[in-house]
């Protein structure tokens, strides 16, 4: 059972317009969610995060939109450039006793961005 | 400062055999996550070393085992290969267990024929 869904496998849009990238979960617990960008023969790197005391987070032409009442959050990168061109994961985790967190992942969007 | 590099980049191993996968964190950082990232299920937790403990643990079974020594260095064993343990295996490290904030390795490509 997925617990975080990303919907669209794949995202298509024109540079210089906005990308929106969404991102469902079902644990109301989640506190914490991040999104990472993933190239081909890389490892994810870390993009921007928000905490659940937020319902907007924002680092240059990135801002991370939290809906806590429709668990819903998305990412939206304006403008969008051909470097952005890349896998997106959105990531959310919950605090469990003994101050551990665990990060469930979706399966990521592939966006691709065209010049 | 250098990244965290996990060896080998790819491997490739028949059904049966076992492999082991290596992982060096950053410099400072004390905790080591490893994930297994499929076309089909993304990325998958295994999972997470702080301070030479295993701190959580995905749903995988126990063929898939792990370890970190006392200079962060981690090591991911996978006894018994089968051809579904086909992926992409990622290792990401931070200072603290906190879930969140990880620097990921480039992976390993591990192919089992």
């Keep these: ?115 | 400062k250098a990244g965290v590099t996990q060896t080998p980049r790819y491997l490739i191993k028949t059904r049966g055999q076992q492999v082991t996968l290596s992982c060096s964190p950053i410099s400072g950082h004390r905790s080591v996550s490893w994930y297994q990232q499929t076309p089909g299920q993304g990325l998958q937790f295994l999972f997470e070393y702080f301070s030479e403990t295993q701190r959580n643990k995905g749903n995988f079974p126990g063929r898939f085992s792990g370890r970190q020594f006392s200079n962060s260095r981690s090591e991911m064993n996978v006894s018994t290969l089968e051809l579904g343990d086909s992926a992409l295996y990622l290792c990401a490290s931070s200072r603290q267990p906190q879930g969140g904030g990880y620097t990921f390795g480039s992976g390993t490509r591990l192919t089992v024929v």
């Design chain 1, 1 to 115: 059972d997925q617990q975080v869904k990303q919907n669209s496998p794949s995202l298509s849009v024109q540079e210089g317009r906005i990308s929106i990238l969404n991102c469902d979960y079902t644990n109301s617990m989640f506190d914490y969610f991040l999104w990472y960008k993933k190239y081909p023969a890389e490892g994810p790197t870390f993009l921007i995060s928000i905490s659940s005391i937020k319902d907007k987070n924002e680092d240059g032409r990135f801002t991370v939109f939290l809906n806590k009442s429709a668990k819903h959050l998305s990412l939206h990168i304006v403008p969008s450039q051909p470097g952005d061109s890349a896998v997106y994961f959105c990531a959310a985790s919950a605090q469990k006793a003994g101050n551990n967190r665990k990060l469930i992942w979706g399966l990521g969007t592939s966006l691709a961005v065209n010049p």
